[in-house]
């Protein structure tokens, strides 16, 4: 179980009303924040993850699927940055359930908002590359988790077995 908490820019895209009481995230990963972005003539969605800020890409198609989508997108960049497949199994079991929310954080909205400078530097323009634009983003060190980079706070998760890694806001 998991909320993935949209902007209202999404919000108003997906025609949907937001969820006001939420049980606790499932996953190790925490909730999802997502925001829309347009990169030249792509068009995506910036998904971070609230406990280590790993960015994933999601295609716009069709939003009404986002929650459906954004769970085989992680999947694949918990694989590319090399959590063990059993890890990435249980997480995705665990996000086979999801729900819509209102963000929360301003600290991970502006995250989020460095995150859309960042991939503006980093997009070149190929709408399949969305992991390995991804992965420029994760190396990149942030405040809200100790200057640690989202790559390495994702893999300390996995590697501590519990999922509960405090979260330095």
């Known amino acids: 179980m998991y909320a993935l908490r949209c902007t209202t820019r999404l919000l108003n895209r997906l025609k949907t009303e937001a969820v006001e009481a939420l049980p606790a995230p499932t996953t190790r990963l925490g909730n999802w924040y997502a925001n829309l972005v347009n990169m ?8 971070i993850s609230e406990r280590t800020l790993l960015p994933v890409l999601v295609h716009v198609k069709s939003l009404a699927t986002l929650p459906q989508r954004l769970p085989v997108a992680v999947g694949e960049m918990l694989r590319t940055i090399g959590v063990p497949e059993n890890d990435v199994a249980a997480e995705l079991d665990q996000m086979s359930d999801a729900v819509v929310a209102k963000t929360a954080s301003r600290q991970i909205l502006g995250s989020m908002n460095d995150f859309g400078r ?52």
Not at 40 to 47: E, N, W
Not at 124 to 139: C, M, N, Q, T
Not at 153 to 159: G, P, S, Y
Request: hydrophobic share 45%.
């Open 40 to 47: 030249g003539s792509a068009r995506l969605v910036l998904c």
């Open 118 to 169: 960042l991939l503006e530097g980093y997009w070149f323009g190929d709408p399949k590359a969305l992991v390995e634009v991804a992965l420029k983003i994760a190396d990149a060190p942030c405040r809200p988790i100790g200057m640690d980079n989202p790559r390495d706070a994702t893999l300390a998760i996995f590697k501590s077995g519990d999922g509960l890694r405090p979260v330095r806001w």
